[in-house]
């Protein structure tokens, strides 16, 4: 499959379409695959193959459109062929290159604003406060039926309750603890 069917293939389009529903077409996809927005993996690599393709599709269309213009005989038709090959391969590479640092750096700004920082922090806040709760629970259940003991005012609604709080403690714990130290070793 040569490159440039490839590209359109890529875009969804045909070599008939205008540049407006080119630019239609790679705005749906770039919004579907942009790595801010799509964590999937893969989704990185699929938007600079988009941009890639865009860029490709955009820049041979209008020099499409000058080639109309300028194309006077056939020996300046097969110089252009010649160098619209040569161009293409170079194109190819340069806007590989950009797409690859445009995707990088938008993650990256991202990652280092003062939004993204803030709500990291505030979700650090509410697991640790969550992970002190469940352990309050915990605590609070084993203490309410040592109590109970001491006094010697169990039954059976009384152990089951505190059964119930220990479990619902238990949960909350087991869920953070694992939200909060396993999440950090993906990372």
């Known amino acids: 499959m040569s490159l ?45 193959r988009i941009t890639e393709a865009y860029e490709f599709i955009i820049r041979q269309l209008k020099m499409e459109a000058r080639s109309r213009v300028y194309d006077t005989n056939a020996q300046q038709s097969n110089y252009h062929h010649n160098f619209m090959r040569e161009w293409m391969q170079q194109e190819r590479e340069r806007i590989r290159k950009q797409a690859a640092r445009e995707a990088k750096m938008n993650y990256e700004k991202y990652m280092n604003s003062r939004a993204f920082k803030t ?62 130290f396993l999440d950090k070793e993906k990372k």
Do not use: W
Not at 7 to 28: C, G, Q, S, W
Not at 122 to 131: P, T, W
Not at 155 to 160: A, E, V
Not at 164 to 176: D, E, Q, R, Y
């Open 119 to 180: 709500t990291n922090t505030l979700n650090s806040i509410v697991d640790y406060f969550a992970l002190f709760f469940g352990l309050l629970i915990i605590l609070g259940a084993i203490y309410g039926v040592r109590q109970l003991r001491e006094t010697e005012d169990l039954n059976f609604n009384r152990i089951l309750m505190a059964i119930c709080l220990f479990i619902v403690g238990l949960i909350i714990f087991v869920f953070t603890f694992s939200h909060i």
């Open 4 to 48: 440039a069917r490839e590209y359109y293939r890529i875009l969804d389009v045909t070599p008939d379409h205008t540049m407006d529903e080119v630019k239609k077409a790679f705005r749906a996809k770039a919004k579907k695959y942009h790595p801010d927005i799509n964590r999937q993996p893969g989704s990185h690599d699929q938007f600079i």
